[in-house]
């Protein structure tokens, strides 16, 4: 089976760039077989911080022969009135490399049959292989020496070894070869027979070069280590990705600190560790030690600098976190608010000053809708951004909320406020926990809706490319609030009440509102297509103030899911649509007069119609009595001429199919769905 290997060598990558970089690579290489016709059994993606490396198995060693039939130019174009061909006709020929008498006439034109060779894969990969690397994409590229080209970080070594033999090519100046680098401390030559031999000579050499192998290694490593000392290892997703991508030979090792670290809030502590030195915290009984595993890049046993370098690291910003604490604490969290007047919220749009004021309002609004409490609702939107101004966060940025929260708490606040300053945050990612009080729902929907109506206000909306201050989070956050947690908002009246408190003069508001109101049903739609299917979701937002009852819009399209498929669905929908086609643009308050039905079908749909009364009606009932309906409206369609020559009578008719047509609108838009 043939096997082609390239690894790209470089200066230490950033982390981030790891994972994207070979993601891009591998499919760059994907791309260039599957256009060239080649097929394979599999691309295996190897990477550490210092290399990018797949492995290309099953491949077949040269592009089919292909035959195309080329058109020409037109006959009177193409030959002379002798027969001879034109000047344009033997630069056809030549162009497409076939001689004159190859050529045939067809349909008034003259063609061509052009058989193409197929290349080897060795000449593929030598012509594409320096382009696919260099056109992998990330922020912050970088140029070195005197090259033009640009990269992440500078290239030093390229291994291409296709099957057992070097396939020699260059990307950036450098020449390849079968000798890549093991550690740093090991060998600055590994030599690779094949690509089979990749991953054991490098392993032979402190390099494990498979990211999930060496994921496991140091999931498994940490757990072992820990359970020295009888403890748990706190591993974030985030955290031990980075880890993951920052060492090629991780090896644990435990380390400690004084206990007196542990009287600051726990998050701080864990911040520090976890977030800006990349520790691994380690928690018995619930309770977080003063330990820490770190992962080292190191071969030996010697391990006493390596730990004391990290305690002392760890010590000096517990030392600062500490400080900034104790500094805080001296006064309650409110004295902060008025501080916040220092801090720009956005350009144009006022201080975080201004901002809570403007919180606070549309949480009394809110609390008010919704008939809830306000008072402990109020004081968490007065204190919500408060810790910004702290000089913890001021240090430690991923705090805020956090240690607003602690700072409450210290400064004897109800214990509603100081679980709604922290989760007023709440989501913090796509897959994240919601707000569980009320307190954070509340101060977080306003918070957030504040902040969207201000991105659109400036003409800042989200693009494919940028998403201002996270307004597709916010966004998406509001959403999931309010139906997952079941709360009577009319999110279209708090759009425009957002608006009317913006700080700056809006020309057009009622342009700003749809711009809003669109981007929130986009991201609903989007949203409820991971579960659902779309025409089910577009039936249930089209044609319906969706945004004033979002509850509402998830009961209909939870129960319309169940009923889609079934054969009593079908029926019901086409009837629905019958009376769609027909009263489709015809609008009107006047109920059909029963003096003016001259057919029995008129008044059984009549009375069909009137014993529907669809706004006291769970949608179920509502569903199963316009499904009883289906038959009487088939009748209707059969026996009566909706479009009557005497106006009276055709208008009383659409009066008829108009208040039916309302009932149906009131579970859905019939004419979204593809059946």
């Known amino acids: 089976m043939n096997k082609y290997l390239l690894e790209i060598g470089t200066e230490e990558l950033p982390y981030k760039f790891v994972d994207s970089g070979l993601?891009?690579?591998?499919?760059?290489?994907?791309?260039?077989?599957?256009?060239?016709?080649?097929?394979?059994?599999?691309?295996?993606?190897?990477?550490?911080?210092?290399?990018?490396?797949?492995?290309?198995?099953?491949?077949?060693?040269?592009?089919?022969?292909?035959?195309?039939?080329?058109?020409?130019?037109?006959?009177?174009i193409a030959y002379d009135d002798k027969g001879n061909l034109t000047k344009a006709g033997e630069g056809f020929a030549r162009k497409n490399g076939v001689e004159a008498s190859a050529l045939y006439k067809e349909d008034n034109y003259i063609w061509a049959k052009v058989e193409q060779k197929g290349k080897s894969i060795k000449e593929l990969f030598v012509e594409n292989v320096e382009t696919l690397v260099l056109k992998l994409q990330a922020p912050y590229f970088m140029r070195w020496a005197d090259l033009d080209v640009k990269f992440q970080r500078p290239i030093r070594w390229v291994v291409s070894l296709l099957n057992d033999e070097e396939l020699k090519l260059s990307i950036a100046g450098v020449e390849s070869s079968r000798y890549s680098r093991g550690h740093r401390f090991k060998s600055d030559k590994v030599e690779i027979k094949n690509p089979d031999s990749y991953e054991q000579a490098l392993f032979d050499n402190n390099v494990v070069v498979d990211s999930k192998r060496r994921k496991d290694i140091i999931v498994e490593s940490a757990k072992k280590e820990a359970a020295k000392i009888g403890a748990e290892v706190y591993m974030d997703d985030g955290l031990l990705e980075e880890v993951t991508n920052i060492c090629e030979w991780p090896v644990p090792v435990i380390c400690g600190f004084d206990k007196k670290y542990l009287d600051i809030p726990e998050k701080v502590t864990v911040t520090v560790m976890a977030v800006h030195q990349r520790y691994f915290p380690l928690y018995k009984d619930g309770k977080l030690l003063n330990n820490f595993i770190t992962i080292t890049n190191y071969i030996g046993n010697n391990f006493e600098n390596i730990k004391a370098g990290n305690e002392r690291v760890v010590v000096a910003r517990l030392d600062d976190a500490i400080f900034f604490f104790n500094e805080d604490t001296q006064k309650p969290l409110v004295d902060f608010v008025e501080d916040l007047k220092g801090i720009t919220f956005q350009k144009g749009m006022g201080s975080m000053f201004d901002k809570t004021n403007r919180i606070v309002a549309l949480s009394k609004y809110l609390a008010e809708e919704i008939r809830v409490p306000s008072a402990t609702i109020e004081r968490t939107a007065l204190l919500c951004k408060a810790d910004l101004v702290t000089k913890l966060v001021f240090e430690f940025t991923e705090l805020q909320g956090f240690i607003g929260s602690d700072y409450a708490?210290?400064?004897?606040?109800?214990?509603?406020?100081?679980?709604?300053?922290?989760?007023?945050?709440?989501?913090?990612?796509?897959?994240?926990?919601?707000?569980?009080?009320?307190?954070g729902q509340i101060v977080g929907i306003a918070d957030k809706i504040d902040t969207i109506v201000a991105v659109f206000a400036e003409g800042k909306k989200p693009t494919g490319s940028a998403d201002p201050l996270g307004v597709r989070r916010a966004t998406l956050g509001i959403i999931k609030t309010i139906t997952q947690k079941g709360l009577n908002i009319n999110l279209s009246k708090l759009i425009e009440k957002s608006i009317n408190m913006m700080p700056v003069e809006i020309k057009d508001k009622s342009a700003l509102f749809n711009d809003v109101k669109t981007f929130f049903e986009q991201r609903l739609s989007i949203y409820y297509a991971e579960q659902y299917r779309h025409d089910v979701i577009d039936a249930c937002v089209s044609g319906s103030e969706v945004l004033a009852d979002l509850t509402d819009f998830a009961q209909r399209?939870?129960?319309?899911?169940?009923?889609?498929?079934?054969?009593?669905?079908?029926?019901?929908?086409?009837?629905?649509?019958?009376?769609?086609?027909?009263?489709?643009?015809?609008?009107?308050?006047?109920?059909?007069?029963?003096?003016?039905?001259?057919?029995?079908?008129?008044?059984?749909?009549?009375?069909?119609?009137?014993?529907?009364?669809?706004?006291?009606?769970?949608?179920?009932?509502?569903?199963?009595?316009?499904?009883?309906?289906?038959?009487?409206?088939?009748?209707?369609?059969?026996?009566?001429?909706?479009?009557?020559?005497?106006?009276?009578?055709?208008?009383?008719?659409?009066?008829?199919?108009?208040?039916?047509?309302?009932?149906?609108?009131?579970?859905?838009?019939?004419?979204?769905?593809?059946?």
């Open 23 to 76: 993601a891009q690579l591998k499919k760059s290489f994907e791309k260039l077989l599957n256009d060239n016709q080649i097929g394979y059994t599999e691309i295996k993606a190897f990477s550490t911080p210092r290399r990018l490396a797949v492995i290309i198995e099953g491949f077949e060693e040269k592009q089919p022969d292909t035959v195309k039939i080329v058109k020409g130019p037109i006959l009177n």
């Open 409 to 439: 708490a210290h400064a004897g606040e109800t214990a509603d406020v100081v679980k709604g300053i922290k989760e007023h945050y709440y989501p913090l990612g796509s897959d994240s926990e919601l707000a569980e009080s009320i307190e």
């Open 557 to 675: 399209v939870d129960f319309l899911s169940d009923k889609v498929s079934s054969p009593e669905f079908v029926a019901l929908n086409e009837a629905a649509n019958r009376i769609i086609r027909i009263a489709k643009d015809y609008k009107t308050t006047q109920l059909p007069d029963v003096a003016l039905f001259n057919n029995p079908s008129e008044q059984k749909l009549m009375e069909y119609t009137k014993g529907i009364d669809a706004g006291k009606l769970s949608y179920k009932e509502l569903y199963n009595e316009l499904s009883k309906s289906v038959k009487a409206i088939d009748e209707f369609f059969e026996n009566v001429l909706v479009m009557d020559k005497d106006e009276k009578i055709k208008n009383n008719r659409l009066n008829l199919l108009y208040s039916l047509k309302l009932k149906f609108e009131k579970i859905a838009d019939f004419s979204k769905f593809v059946i």
